[in-house]
């Protein structure tokens, strides 16, 4: 290395970047790409925002009062930025993710302090963005579809994980659901490539990552560029990944039951580190509001894919997202979806109040419903969904399962790791577990955990 480029590194080194992210896994994942992208530019993760050279807002438009919480907190940052100001230093403040692209104008009109506004499909182009910011004092928005794809410009070189990593293999949607603003703020649905996503997942095992999930707003939808020119489908995806030495566990999330083919759902026979898990939406279990919804399927669609998942795969676990209150929904619909839960029986979910998202064909549709009416539907099926996940937790108990170790607990001594179906579970162990996967006797279940004891059989090397 040349005395030049030394004293670049070490100027390099001094930058602070502090990410702030809200939303789902898939923002999670962007903030560390975006991290990664800045860090040729001598950007290092900061803890905190007070005195960072840079903040990233990573925003969530999917439900509540996104662009209220959004100018809340930017209230706080422009207080921080100005502190620095007085001392002479500059704070880059970027927003950027969802509510960015949704919203961008609105927010320098409002926030003249933010100096780069962003959307998630131009992540890829920040330096560049940070270098004009720094340059021209002004605001810098970037919230087009570019065209050139953001995968192929973003660095290969990643900083590490952990135990379980998140890749996004796909993004974007093109299914546009009534109520819902995924397919304007995150564009026309997108495949990354196989061979890129094979290589980011060699690289993060390489790293130390044991499990991988697969992200992607509409992931079953995936079919990717084939190394060989052709195309595939994420069965066989997964069927890929589950050679790479030393990745004990793949998941993928989130899919639409459209989109669950033949190959995948065979995937869940024939892969055994895809974890008897998954995560399926349905959001209403009434024809008439799935129709109002543009969801292309019936319940009994749904309930076929779940029999013929079960039948693959007898110990698979189900997750899903639920609405109530979507304009139109009475007191009979409300009951289908309740009848559905019965039906299925689901190792957890998600559900929401229905929250109308500027833009979107239902946030105008009529019959909307009472807040009040939503909320008791919300209380009467979290009821009904609190239930479920216990009497599952509760037939643990006893069992000796496969767990991956993650972290440390809470308490001294104490080690927590995922089960299969993705409950949190403690136990006393060494810290040296932590990346192994070691059978546990569940001895109690807690509503949102389990807690077990350690069984000598180590399963992973
Ligand atoms: N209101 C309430 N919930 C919503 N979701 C998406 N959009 C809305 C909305 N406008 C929920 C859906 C989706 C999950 C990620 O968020 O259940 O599956
Ligand atoms: Fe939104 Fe999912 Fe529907 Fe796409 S499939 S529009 S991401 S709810």
Redesign the pocket.
């Known amino acids: 290395m040349t005395a030049t480029e030394h004293r670049q590194t070490v100027n390099a080194a001094r930058k602070r970047l502090h990410v702030i992210t809200w939303g789902?896994q898939m923002n999670v994942y962007d903030s560390g790409r975006m991290a990664d992208v800045l860090s040729p530019l001598g950007y290092a993760p900061a803890a905190e925002p007070d005195g960072a050279d840079m903040v990233i807002l990573n925003t969530c438009h999917?439900?509540d009062k996104a662009a209220e919480k959004v100018f809340s907190e930017l209230g706080r940052l422009r207080r921080l930025k100005e502190a620095r100001e007085a001392t002479g230093k500059r704070m880059i403040l970027a927003v950027a993710g969802c509510v960015a692209q949704a919203e961008g104008a609105e927010i320098l009109a409002r926030a003249p302090y933010v100096d780069i506004v962003l959307g998630p499909q131009t992540y890829h182009r920040l330096p560049e963005m940070v270098a004009r910011a720094a340059r021209a004092g002004g605001s810098v928005i970037e919230t087009e579809f570019p065209p050139e794809d953001k995968f192929d410009h973003l660095p290969e070189a990643s900083a590490p994980q952990g135990v379980t990593g998140f890749l996004t293999v796909q993004e974007g949607c093109d299914k546009f659901c009534s109520?819902?603003?995924v397919p304007y703020t995150r564009g026309a649905e997108q495949s990354r490539p196989a061979a890129s996503v094979i290589a980011e997942a060699r690289r993060l095992v390489a790293q130390g990552t044991r499990e991988i999930m697969l992200l992607g707003q509409n992931v079953n939808a995936w079919h990717g560029q084939a190394p060989d020119g052709g195309t595939w489908g994420l069965g066989r995806l997964l069927q890929e990944l589950a050679g790479i030495p030393g990745l004990l566990r793949l998941r993928y999330a989130?899919s639409h039951p459209c989109d669950m083919d033949d190959e995948l759902i065979d995937a869940h026979r024939d892969v055994p580190i895809l974890m008897p898990y998954l995560h399926l939406?349905i959001?209403s279990g009434s024809d008439r509001i799935l129709a109002a919804m543009n969801r292309r399927h019936r319940a009994a669609d749904y309930l076929r894919v779940v029999d013929r998942l079960r039948a693959a795969r007898p110990d698979l676990a189900l997750s899903s997202?639920?609405?109530v209150g979507h304009p139109g929904e009475t007191a009979a619909d409300f009951e289908a979806t309740m009848d559905l839960v019965r039906k299925v029986g689901f190792a957890q979910a998600?559900s929401?109040?229905?929250?109308?998202?500027p833009g979107?064909p239902?946030a105008g549709a009529p019959g909307q419903v009472a807040d009040a009416e939503k909320d008791r539907r919300l209380q009467t099926l979290q009821a009904l969904l609190r239930e479920q996940q216990a009497a599952f937790g509760a037939r643990c108990v006893g069992l000796t399962m496969p767990i991956l170790f993650t972290g440390k607990g809470r308490h001294p001594g104490q080690i927590v790791g995922r089960s299969a179906f993705l409950q949190p579970v403690h136990v006393i162990g060494d810290s040296g577990l932590i990346g192994q996967e070691h059978m546990v006797l569940i001895t109690a279940a807690h509503p949102n955990s389990l807690a077990g004891t350690l069984q000598q059989e180590r399963l992973s090397a």
Do not use: E, G, L
């Open positions: 789902c999917i439900r109520f819902c603003v989130t939406p959001q997202d639920f609405i998600f929401f109040k229905y929250s109308p998202r979107t239902a």
